[in-house]
């Protein structure tokens, strides 16, 4: 409708407009009431799902694009609250078998009693025929956008000592065992950096010289790092200049054989 003060104005009912002087304009449905039947016909318009969704779901190119166009938006705490409370919801509406179901799973998931792995670990044959199995498998779309929206945020420090400080990472047995080693032959010359308070290329070194020589010694555990090749980690330290000596947890064993390979490698 046209305003009434004459300017010309488009409003909608119910709008206020300033235009020198307050005009309201009248709902059409102002001082009235909907009958009892068309509240009823609202009432059961609205109950149930949405019937043009009933059996449909997002295609993976679909879901791919709006996980791309939220990637890196926080959500609002109004959005937090809203998804806290539809989870709740939705716990609330699963039936007791469903529910333990549900925890059931998670709980396997977990590592607790109902793991059949847990405590265990799969044989070298395993690991080989998994590996095999997974040989020439592409990554879906969405999983290549992850991964790579992953390695670009720990290539920026800010990124890398925010998640460092909610680690809280600390060193293990076996590096605090060499981090003494090297206090113990090199008093203030070797600092423990493997909480990510230094990368290279977003990889984080776990000891670094810092008495003017560009050199890193690696620490490989027995089970974190069975199957990797020492060099692949040289070679990537080596085009920043950095020489790189890498030493595996079993060899702590016997100290006397990590001296001699350490002061070898200070005085190379």
Known sequence: MVCQCGCGEIVRPGNIFVHGHNARYSHPMQGQKHSEEARKKMSESH??????????????????KMSISHAGIPLSEKAKINLGIASKRAWAAKSEVQRQAVLSKR????????????????TEEANRKNSDAHKGKRLSPKTEFTSDLLKGRYQDPAYVQKMAKAWNIKPNKPESCLNNLLEGLYPGQWKYTGDFSFTINGKCPDFVNCNGQKKIIELFGDYWHRGQNPQDRIDTFR??????LVIWEHELKNIDSVIERIRGFMGA
């Open 47 to 64: 109950q149930g799902p949405r019937p043009w969704r009933i059996g449909k779901g997002h295609s993976e190119e679909a879901r791919m």
């Open 107 to 122: 709980h396997a998931a977990w590592g607790g009693n109902k793991s059949p792995m847990k405590g265990k670990h799969h």
């Open 239 to 244: 085009p920043f200049g950095y020489e790189t």
